[in-house]
């Protein structure tokens, strides 16, 4: 029972790690949009700041989505006798979203959009940590993998070998 708890934390970590990334980016930029003392607009952010938290927000949904369907997919595979292949192949081409994200999380697309509108200075006043935050997408991704392959490998023992 200890394994199939791990397996489950693993393959529902991916959506939870999506979500903290969100979490984070709009944190740095309200950090980001209060120390330059732009004008703050009822979400709490800046009007580059909101700019920047589209961006942020895009990338955690394209993740989000690539989670939920991997954790969707590990569910099922838990369970399946039948279709483990094809629910493992979902899961293949569910990790190119996560690419992706990944992939325009690190290009930090923030300082192009911040050139374009001449305001480097707000990009300089986003917290250091906010790069970092790339990562948390790159140890959903990871997680969940791992969970599948321990999700398969479950399927595998518990189902009857036919003869």
């Known amino acids: 029972m200890r394994g199939r708890t791990g397996t489950l934390v693993l393959l529902l970590s991916g959506?939870?790690?999506?979500?903290?990334?969100?979490?984070?980016?709009y944190a740095a930029l309200r950090v980001a949009s209060r120390s330059r003392g732009d004008a703050i607009t009822s979400g709490g952010l800046s009007s580059l700041g909101s700019e920047f938290w589209w961006i942020a927000l895009g990338i955690a949904l394209v993740a989000g989505v690539a989670a939920v369907g991997v954790a969707v997919a590990g569910l099922l595979l838990r369970r399946a006798t039948r279709g483990r292949i094809a629910l493992l192949v979902?899961?293949?081409?569910l990790i190119l979203p996560y690419a992706l994200g990944l992939f325009v999380a690190i290009a930090n697309p923030m300082r192009g959009?911040?050139?374009?509108y001449d305001e480097e200075a707000f990009v300089d006043a986003?917290?250091?940590?906010?790069?970092?935050?790339?990562?948390?997408?790159?140890v959903a991704a990871l997680a969940q993998a791992v969970g599948m392959v321990r999700a398969n490998s479950e399927a595998r023992t518990a189902s009857p070998s036919p003869r």
């Open 15 to 25: 959506p939870v790690l999506v979500a903290v990334y969100a979490a984070v980016n």
């Open 90 to 93: 979902v899961s293949g081409v």
């Open 113 to 116: 959009l911040a050139a374009l």
């Open 126 to 138: 986003v917290p250091p940590w906010q790069l970092g935050s790339c990562l948390l997408l790159l």
